[in-house]
């Protein structure tokens, strides 16, 4: 009988306890009675905090309570979320509680809280997989540590897919009196959620206050304004709701890198004096101050060279074999002793224009080049012993950046051009690098034998270790550059125009972070072609890109089109004027035969386009 009893007592304890978790779990039904909370009738976000309870978003505390004013927790957050997406958050079934096996009450309990914080801990896993917490470290997100308005909004918005857009650094300081303390990280998702109306300052919308923690009271306006519910987004006060000011005017800045790369490919412009004039006369009208053409391409130097002429059997050319039939003997005959990059400069530096040639092909050449068909031992290979490899329509071959001979080759070209030419720089791109699966020919793989007690390299090319060995030795390849440009030439720019990071290392084995840091790279222009808009902002806002900014003029690549491949002048613009708007030095172009043609818009359209974004004259950084 006494037994019987026990047992009903925690039979009937027990299910108290299951009622109560439930209740904070919140996976039990919330009637609209269960709405009204003893604390919030007249808080501002009361009509937000019964509207979502209603809605079982909020869950009711077993006292009755919500606290509006205390602090909102990580878990508390996810919770909000995988109510608010059941449809995108998926939390894993725990097992039942196995009430036979306990015969302490307390052991029942701390049996419950324990599943409580599982449980928390998959939803908060379950958001994350859902993209909520993209950005945010696991030591950052725990639990029952509060959030802070930054974190909430800077989630939200990436969470949600906000869209980014050209103003966002100018509308957040129209905007917020604080605007200088959002954190740099965090101001592009912050100002798409503040153009999207979801961001709620009470009681004053001008400070965003990013560092402090939100209120739960807070978090409810926040989960109103981001409903697809016109009636629940209204529940949120007006007053409260941070409304986006347009910015002034941003006036062209003064100062301002303003470039082209000049190619031979699809263009005429380097191929006569009349060209070239009529290209700069061009550019400078249009307040451009810097030309970037190239002088190593398709297996040829664009200026006569010496040491091209030794191992190439030509000094220099011009035409590209687009056709693969082989050098043009007859075009590059009726050059004569024509040196276009000569013509350049004196065109050029009258205008006030700087003229830095660009190294276009970097250790690539085309496979049926005489650079290849003369050098095949320069040339790298894949594990399976293969070395050509498809570009388009066209077959490319990759000399060895290890090699001596390749080295030596490379600095006595740039060597021939700094001694020559009264150039303002010299330039690499992304191809003074090497594809990943690169680098098993015998010479690399006898290097790296030398270098590691007779061990071969790995045969997974993405080997970590394999890949920061090529990557380091091409770094130090790149300090020898430096050391020929500067040697040669103590004033001129070494600029470097790569592909993001680490696109760029994860690809070409080109660590131009390293370089930056080594003090080999003194401007950078970081190639973002990008039609989206959104990825094209977002490209720019990753860490290194930043990091870059802060220490030398860092520019950023812009796609004028392709033969088939046009860009509208407005998206042009709009791309500049992001740049302008995330401090960056500024932009080239890429290239100038598409600035005017292969698109529907006329030359003379696309002239007006950039004097509107260029109607100033401008120095270089």
């Known amino acids: 009988m006494q037994q ?10 027990l ?38 309870a209603s809605r079982n978003i909020i869950e009711r505390t077993p006292d009755g309570w919500f606290r509006p004013d205390s602090p909102t927790t990580w878990g508390e957050y996810a919770k909000l979320i995988s109510r608010t997406f059941p449809e995108r958050i998926t939390i894993p079934e725990l097992p039942s509680l196995p009430v ?43 639990p029952h540590q509060t959030i802070t308005r930054t974190q909430a909004i ?25 605007a200088a303390f959002i954190p740099e990280y965090a101001k592009e998702a912050v100002a798409a959620a503040l153009r999207q109306g979801i961001v709620v300052n009470y009681p004053n919308p001008r400070l965003f206050a990013p560092n402090q923690v939100v209120s739960r009271g807070e978090m409810a306006a926040l989960f109103c304004r981001i409903s697809a519910d016109p009636s629940l987004r209204a529940q949120a006060p007006t007053e409260a709701i941070a409304v986006p000011q347009s910015p002034d005017s941003i006036p ?22 009349e060209a070239l004039e009529s290209a700069i006369d061009t550019l400078a009208a249009l307040n451009f101050n810097t030309v970037y053409p190239t002088v190593w391409n398709w297996g040829y130097t664009l200026y006569p060279s010496k040491t091209a002429e030794r191992e190439i059997g030509a000094k220099q050319g011009l035409y590209p074999d687009l056709e693969g039939t082989g050098r043009n003997e007859a075009l590059e005959a009726a050059q004569a002793d024509y040196d276009m990059l000569k013509e350049l400069i004196e065109l050029a530096h009258p205008q006030g224009m700087s003229v830095i040639p660009w190294f276009e092909f970097g250790f690539m050449a085309p496979a049926d080049s005489e650079l290849a068909r003369r050098h095949p031992d320069w040339l790298t ?16 071959v990759w000399m060895n950046p290890f090699h001596p001979e390749v080295q030596r080759f490379m600095l006595y070209l740039i060597n021939d051009l700094m001694a020559n030419y009264d150039v303002d720089g010299f330039q690499v791109d992304d191809h003074l690098g090497l594809p990943t699966e690169f680098g098993y020919d015998p010479v690399t793989v006898s290097l790296y034998q030398q270098e590691h007690d007779g061990q071969s390299p790995p045969n997974n090319p993405r080997d970590p270790e394999w890949m920061r060995w090529r990557a380091d030795k091409i770094t130090e390849f790149m300090g020898q550059v430096f050391q020929v440009v500067k040697g040669r030439k103590p004033n001129a720019i070494m600029s470097i125009s790569p592909n993001p990071h680490p696109f760029a290392y994860q690809h070409f084995l080109q660590n131009w972070v390293d370089w930056r840091q080594r003090g080999y790279a003194e401007e950078i ?26 220490h030398v003029p860092t520019g950023i690549g812009i796609l004028t089109g392709l033969r088939n491949l046009p860009v509208p002048i407005g998206r042009i613009q709009e791309q500049i004027k992001s740049v302008r708007d995330r401090s960056y030095a500024g932009v080239s172009f890429f290239f100038y035969e598409s600035l005017w043609n292969f698109n529907s818009e006329s030359p003379e359209e696309r002239a007006a386009g950039l004097q509107a974004v260029f109607p100033n004259s401008a120095r270089r950084p």
Not at 4 to 13: A, E, F, P, V
Not at 156 to 161: F, N
Not at 381 to 396: A, T
Not at 533 to 550: C, D, Y
């Open 4 to 13: 019987g009893r026990w047992l009903k007592s925690q039979i009937t304890l």
């Open 15 to 52: 299910a108290a306890f299951l009622l109560g978790l439930v209740m904070v779990l919140g996976t039990g039904p919330i009637t609209p009675a269960q709405t009204v909370f003893n604390d919030v009738d007249k808080h501002w976000a009361g009509d937000c905090i019964n509207a979502l």
């Open 100 to 142: 036979a096996l306990f015969t302490d009450p307390a052991e029942v309990e701390q049996w419950a809280e324990q599943l409580a914080e599982q449980k928390l801990a998959l939803t908060l896993q379950a958001v994350a997989q859902a993209n909520f917490l993209s950005g945010y470290s696991h030591a950052e997100v725990q």
């Open 154 to 178: 800077v989630s939200l918005a990436t969470g949600l897919g906000y869209p980014y857009f050209t103003t966002a650094h100018a509308t957040l300081k129209a905007t917020f009196n604080d």
């Open 252 to 273: 062209p800045p003064s100062t301002e890198l303003r470039g082209v790369w000049l190619t031979n490919i699809d263009s005429q412009v380097l191929f006569s004096r």
């Open 381 to 396: 290979q894949k594990r399976d012993g293969s070395y050509i490899v498809p570009e388009g329509s066209h077959l490319r």
């Open 525 to 550: 222009i970081i190639q973002l072609y990008r039609s989206d808009l959104s990825r094209f902002i977002w490209e720019m806002n990753q860490p290194t890109a930043r990091r870059a900014r802060s």
